[in-house]
């Protein structure tokens, strides 16, 4: 595979534990978050994004806010959303507080727009629920728009244009509407086998022939955590994975979360990333060959995983995963 390849982190800012094992306060996770962005540079991370949430377990409900934070500690690095929830949101205005971010980063801002895995922005912002697609479809018409220059939005993109992205969990019609837009495809794979989402690839690449529009980038964004060996980042991360989907599947009516599940998604087949710098590498290596990915991005917080651990993991992803994955792309 002779194609450059982008290699970036996420977070949504998870609220973590502290060495005392209490919860940190929400402003103390978004200062890690600012913290973790400057390590994720510095080891030569290509791109880091912040998830928008509005949820006591996720303290960032203001990305472009806490991005402009880590701009002005950074000087390379990407900075975007992971994901803007556009459909509760005013398309003028998120273009607008991207467009001032990329300014203050020096070109530097992306957005990735979608729907959001959770709801709760709905009834915070006044939205009804039951408009869940013709809200994201209206709304993205609308920023498309915008990013064709229809009308002048200040300050406007001083270079090219806001690098944009629609983001993904799996269905078709989300895939050919990223497609008729002629934009850029994230997938958000969180559970099973990425080579189960072909498919996707597929679709999206025949719609844009079909639309005539040019061929774009595919990302996918997926959890892991990394540490020395396979079993030590298995067991960091177990406790807080288990909490965290635990707590999500009651919300949602799901049973808890098992060990084997656990087991069956850190195994070759599964989502989550998590191993060493080597295990870890092979399986991104994987997902990007399978799927032709031109960029992967991995959710390194998860839960109450503490800051520490978090760190650890970043420096691991920056010095020996994404080296290892570019060596075997390159074999």
């Known amino acids: 595979m002779s194609q450059a390849i982008e290699l970036g ?35 030569g991370v290509d791109c880091f994004g912040v998830g928008e949430h509005h949820r006591a377990d996720f303290a960032v409900s203001a990305p472009e806010v806490v991005l402009a934070a880590i701009a002005g500690k950074t000087t390379k690095m990407t900075l975007g959303s992971a994901v803007t929830v556009l459909s509760t949101d005013d398309p003028v205005r998120v273009f607008q507080r991207f467009s001032t971010l990329n300014a203050l980063s020096n070109g530097r801002a992306e957005v990735i727009l979608g729907r959001g895995s959770f709801t709760e922005s709905y009834s915070l912002f006044g939205y009804d629920l039951s408009q869940y697609e013709a809200l994201f479809e209206s709304k993205l018409a609308r920023f498309a728009g915008l990013l064709k220059g229809a009308p002048l939005i200040y300050p406007p993109i001083e270079t090219g244009t806001l690098r944009t992205w629609v983001g993904v969990g799996g269905s078709p019609e989300s895939v050919v509407r990223a497609a008729r837009h002629g934009l850029p495809l994230t997938l958000a794979i969180i559970g099973g086998s990425a080579e189960r989402f072909r ?29 020395a060996t396979d079993e030590q980042a298995t067991e960091e991360l177990w406790p807080h994975y288990k ?69 650890a993991s970043i420096e691991l992803y920056g010095t020996k995963v994404a080296p290892l994955v570019r060596d075997r792309l390159a074999g």
């Not at 498919?199 to 964004?221: C, E, I, M, N, R």
């Not at 656990?262 to 997902?287: H, M, N, Q, W, Y």
């Open 9 to 43: 982190l996420d977070t949504f800012g998870d609220v973590t534990v502290s060495p005392d094992g209490s919860l940190v306060s929400q402003a103390q996770a978004l200062r890690n978050v600012v913290e973790e962005a400057v390590l994720a540079e510095s080891v």
């Open 199 to 227: 498919p996707f690839v597929d679709l999206y690449h025949q719609s844009l022939a079909k639309f005539g529009k040019p061929t774009q980038p595919v990302a996918v964004h997926s959890p892991g955590h990394i540490a």
């Open 243 to 311: 909490a965290m989907m635990t707590r999500i599947g009651a919300e949602r009516g799901w049973p808890p979360v098992a060990r084997a599940n656990f087991k069956r998604e850190a195994g070759p087949d599964g989502a989550l990333c998590v191993g060493s710098p080597e295990t870890v590498a092979a399986k991104i290596a994987r997902t990007i060959q399978s799927l032709g990915l031109a960029r992967f991005d991995m959710k390194y917080s998860a839960g109450t995983l503490p800051h520490a651990q978090a760190m």
